[in-house]
């Protein structure tokens, strides 16, 4: 398991203090996957959100490449905040470590310290947005679409 000084440095665990990461520590989980593995499939149900601690993973929705997520990025935030199948895909690209932090686990955070469920909710609403802005300047950039 990684130590709490060294996650702080990540935007999902910005703002919290050593201590507070220190006691979620034991919510999470650590999960190894090979290259070329699915960690998420689209259309599939999805209960945890994934850390990405070291490799990197594609995101593709009806087998097109979204984006690819890197060291220190979390995903499937999505399926968690909204209970919805998963919208996308993820695929390892490389050998790829991630800690996980499951529905069920996040409610007992809540249950424990809404300090620290609140801090981790608006960093991952503040990386949902940022990921929304690239979206929106992508589209942008693009040419019209017609419907």
Same mark, same amino acid.
Request: aromatic share 8%; no cysteine.
């Given at each position: 398991?990684?130590?709490? &000084?060294?996650? $702080? ?10 201590? $507070? +990461?220190?006691? +979620?520590? /034991?919510?999470?989980?650590?999960? !190894? ?7 998420? @499939? ?13 490799? $990197?993973?594609? %995101? ?24 919805? /199948?998963?919208?996308?895909?993820? !695929?390892?690209? &490389? /050998?790829?470590? %991630?800690? @996980? #932090? ?8 809540? !249950?424990?310290? #809404?300090? @620290?469920? @609140? ?24 040419? /019209?679409?017609?419907?």
């Amino acid at each position: 398991m990684m130590n709490p &000084s060294a996650l $702080q440095k990540y935007a999902l665990f910005g703002g919290l203090m050593e201590e $507070q +990461i220190e006691s +979620i520590l /034991p919510f999470m989980h650590e999960e !190894k996957y090979g290259a070329d593995e699915l960690l998420i @499939t689209e259309g599939k149900p999805n209960d945890k959100i994934f850390f990405l601690v070291e490799g $990197q993973v594609a %995101v593709s929705k009806k087998e097109i490449d979204l984006a690819r997520f890197s060291e220190g990025e979390a995903f499937g935030e999505m399926e968690v905040l909204d209970v919805m /199948p998963a919208a996308a895909s993820i !695929k390892s690209l &490389s /050998p790829v470590i %991630v800690l @996980t #932090i499951s529905n069920k686990s996040l409610r007992e955070i809540y !249950k424990k310290d #809404i300090t @620290t469920f @609140t801090l981790m909710l608006m960093n991952l609403a503040r990386d949902l947005v940022r990921r929304l802005r690239k979206m929106d300047e992508k589209f942008a950039s693009s040419p /019209p679409i017609f419907f």
